[in-house]
């Protein structure tokens, strides 16, 4: 793991920003915006063929959103995983669906739930909520019940008693 | 071979063509909605509408076992074009919304609805931006049918309680019906949609009580 980190480095100048070791999982936090060339050549030169999830973390009180990739390969069966930090106002990410096709339906989902804007994503729309669905839920701002979330919550005309 | 004696009244055996005789010259009066209601109270036919757990218990109570037949409302039909009972049974998400309206306005009236199951009626403990907050938000609910799945036999009882609404209906001329409600819900998509009331007129102590929320803010205190 440590030569290929080595290599990444070579192959990617400045794009990994930390390394962090936790629980026998490899974490590479990556600059957002060179975070696809790492992706790419994850694929492309170290046969991590699989991706197996994006998702994202929002973390409110540092005004950041993670967007978190994880990759494995199936021949050395090596998991890895990348994070990039995007700023959690207008979260926007390049897409890496033509790396990975599968990533297409995955960034769709972060995008639905969690608002993070996929540049270059050949169909960026909703894939769970109705198309006519306001705000993204999974936000740490979205609130949890009342007059903000979804207006089931709202009080009904005749209840007033 | 039967019995005709010429007057439009066949009889199969010497016993029959005595009863019939002696029927003759006499008159059954009742009112019309009396018959039509008891046409339909044994007729049902009940629409699956089954989105999740409860549907297990739905599809038990049809089975062998508890036998919803003795009823009369076995026959589930999967068009809502057949059916007059509709039984929603399961969590409605905020997607499937549309379908489950879209059905219900479908069946032809007089038409009924039990909303089965916690989830169905109140959102249950799906309290949440993904699912509706009780069926009575989109469509009208004739019976509700607390428990978490309910077991069949509740689900008799609701069938049951159908039933004796279907009794208390008056047939009423299709122009002289009662104007239609309108939704009363809080799904901005349906804000100001006329939701059907009910085919014929019913008569209860509180035309409203169908569309009062079961479940408000702060109802159990929280």
């Not at chain 1, 070791?21 to 050549?41: I, M, P």
């Not at chain 2, 309910?150 to 002289?176: F, S």
Request: aromatic share 8%; charged share 30%; net charge negative.
């Amino acid at each position: 793991m440590e030569e290929l980190i080595g290599r990444l480095r070579k192959s990617n100048p400045d794009a990994i920003l930390e390394v962090v070791y936790y629980q026998g999982e490899t974490t590479l936090v990556a600059e957002a915006g060179k975070a696809k060339g790492l992706l790419r050549s994850l694929k492309d030169d170290e046969g991590f063929d699989y991706l197996v999830d994006v998702s994202s973390v929002h973390w409110p009180e540092e005004g950041r959103m993670d967007v978190v990739y994880v990759a494995r390969s199936l021949k050395t069966r090596d998991q890895l995983r990348v994070r990039a930090e995007v700023p959690d106002e207008n979260p926007e990410i390049e897409t890496v669906s033509d790396v990975w096709r599968t990533a297409d339906w995955l960034e769709r989902e972060v995008y639905d739930l969690m608002g993070v804007r996929f540049t270059g994503h050949p169909d960026l729309k909703r894939i769970m909520l109705p198309e006519d669905f306001e705000g993204h839920p999974l936000r740490k701002e979205y609130p949890m019940e009342g007059d903000d979330e979804w207006r089931n919550f709202l009080p009904a005309e005749n209840e007033n008693d | 071979m039967g019995i005709d004696s010429g007057d439009g009244l066949f009889a199969a055996d010497e016993q029959t063509r005595k009863d019939l005789d002696l029927l003759k010259g006499g008159i059954i009066i009742s009112p019309l909605s009396k018959i039509v209601d008891i046409a339909r109270k044994n007729s049902l036919w009940p629409m699956p509408f089954g989105l999740s757990c409860c549907a297990i218990e739905m599809m038990a109570m049809v089975a062998s076992r508890y036998d919803l037949a003795r009823f009369g409302a076995e026959a589930m039909r999967f068009t809502p074009r057949q059916c007059d009972l509709m039984i929603v049974a399961g969590t409605l998400t905020r997607k499937m919304a549309p379908a489950c309206k879209r059905i219900y306005d479908q069946m032809p009236e007089p038409k009924w609805v039990i909303a089965m199951g916690v989830c169905t009626t109140t959102g249950g403990m799906f309290n949440a931006y993904s699912v509706v907050q009780g069926i009575d938000h989109i469509i009208p609910v004739d019976v509700y049918v607390p428990g978490c799945p309910p077991r069949p036999e509740a689900l008799i009882y609701a069938v049951m309680k159908i039933q004796e609404q279907v009794l208390q209906e008056k047939v009423v001329p299709w122009a002289k019906r009662p104007p239609h409600g309108h939704y009363r819900g809080r799904d901005p998509r349906y804000a100001g949609i006329p939701v059907a009331d009910r085919g014929v007129q019913v008569e209860t102590g509180d035309p409203e009580s169908r569309h009062r929320p079961t479940w408000r803010k702060g109802f159990f205190g929280g």
